[in-house]
């Protein structure tokens, strides 16, 4: 069973940066795309940014390019989401996320395996 536990979530001011990371473990086969989703009340979940384990592909939301940047250790099993610049609207509970096999797009939260519980940032103005 595979375990993805994320931490580095606060508070902060606009402008401000934050690193998520997420520890994953328990996997037998790397997951081949490791992601971030994040929710803020009343909304859908969606997704922020997301990692290819071998080719090291990347991809974001519009909302977050040029501020966000996910990176992945693979010998900590570790991927992180840098955030700066960070605005009132990044403000949500952030999910870490690993697809075992290849489904689909990379935002689509039914294509992943695996979801951590979450991390909380609060941005304010």
């Known amino acids: 069973q595979v375990l993805l536990v994320e931490s580095g979530g606060g508070s902060v001011q606009a402008g401000g940066s934050l690193t998520l990371s997420c520890a994953a473990s328990?996997?037998?086969?790397?997951?081949?795309?490791m992601a971030w989703f994040r929710q803020a009340p009343g909304k859908e979940r969606e997704g922020v940014a997301a990692?290819?384990?071998?080719?090291?592909?990347?991809y974001y939301a519009d909302s977050v390019k040029g501020r966000f940047t996910i990176s992945q250790d693979n010998a900590k099993n570790t991927v992180y989401l840098q955030m700066n610049n960070l605005k009132p609207e990044d403000t949500a509970r952030y999910y870490c996320?690993?697809?075992?096999?290849?489904?689909?797009?990379?935002?689509?939260?039914?294509?992943?395996?695996?979801w951590g519980r979450g991390t909380q940032v609060t941005v304010s103005s």
């Open positions: 996320a690993a697809a075992q096999v290849f489904r689909g797009s990379w935002n689509t939260r039914a294509n992943y395996d695996y």
């Open positions: 328990g996997y037998t086969y790397r997951p081949i795309r």
């Open positions: 990692a290819y384990s071998v080719t090291g592909n990347t």
